[in-house]
């Protein structure tokens, strides 16, 4: 995803590169949208996977640019993002423990007086008052 935001006056062009060769094929984008403040966003989308070595861009031009702007497709997450999976993750474990680890103490420590209780609710039926 190639996402443009905040730009004015309307007027942008993005567009993909394979490799330095401008992309035709596969490419979704949407209309510039206003954004109610007098700015505007596009997204464009490359329906594309990547052969190794290859190199996806995304170049975006615009009258108030001096050149375009050419960002390159890094397909590695971002630290933080890697992070937010390996802190998610391991609550995710963690949680499953502590759960399993509960309800074993709990079937463990009710095991014995749930079948008291049972007697002593089938002996209040049948005892008459």
């Not at 007098?38 to 050149?67: F, N, R």
Request: hydrophobic share 40%; charged share 20%; aromatic share 10%.
């Amino acid at each position: 995803m190639c996402s443009a935001y905040r730009f004015y006056p309307h007027g942008i062009k993005v567009s993909w590169m394979r490799n330095g060769e401008v992309v035709k094929t596969d490419v979704t984008s949407t209309e510039e949208m206003p954004n109610g403040d007098w700015y505007y966003q596009i997204h464009s989308e490359l329906e594309y996977t990547p052969k190794s070595g290859e190199k996806i861009s995304c170049a975006v031009d615009h009258a108030g640019l001096t050149k375009p702007i050419i960002i390159d497709w890094d397909p590695s997450l971002p630290e933080s993002e890697r992070n937010k999976i390996a802190i998610g993750a391991s609550g995710l474990v963690l949680g499953i423990i502590i759960s399993a680890a509960g309800l074993i103490y709990y079937k463990k420590k009710s095991s014995g007086s749930l079948l008291i209780t049972f007697f002593i609710l089938i002996g209040r039926i049948l005892v008459p008052t």
